[in-house]
């Protein structure tokens, strides 16, 4: 499967963005899906997932309450909602996904096969 993401951009502290995440070449309604982040000169690191069954958001304590992650499987779509952005959400904003994901990997990158290429989102103070 091909992930494209978008959506990125420059934001002010305290905006939103919607970060969208398109797939190709597959059943998507069979991948669990996964948003990440690599902010410079940091690891990548998790922030909010989808798995497919059962369908319950899951996200880093550094997401929760701001962002929301969901999907869209007639468009083969994932978002990620971002709302009240700090500074410290600066980072490249990555699109992954797999099948059978099991609960205690879905916060690691390891577990993902297919990636996006990225997009970048910075926040100014």
């Known amino acids: 499967v091909q992930l494209q993401a978008s959506g990125g951009g420059l934001v002010q502290a305290g905006g939103s963005l919607r970060l969208s995440c398109t797939a190709s070449?597959?059943?998507?309604?069979?991948?669990?899906l996964a948003w990440f982040r690599q902010a410079p000169g940091k690891e990548r690191e998790f922030v909010a997932a989808?798995?497919?069954?059962?369908?319950?958001?899951i996200y880093a304590d550094s997401a929760k309450g701001r962002f929301t992650i969901s999907r869209d499987n007639a468009k083969n779509t994932v978002y990620l909602q971002m709302s009240s952005l700090k500074p410290d959400d600066t980072a490249v904003y990555y699109c992954?996904?797999?099948?059978?994901?099991?609960?205690?990997?879905?916060?690691?990158?390891?577990?993902?096969?297919?990636w996006g290429q990225g997009t970048l989102v910075t926040v100014s103070s």
């Open positions: 992954a996904a797999d099948t059978g994901v099991i609960l205690s990997s879905v916060r690691d990158a390891s577990a993902y096969s297919y």
């Open positions: 070449g597959g059943t998507f309604n069979r991948y669990a």
């Open positions: 989808d798995r497919r069954n059962p369908s319950r958001p």
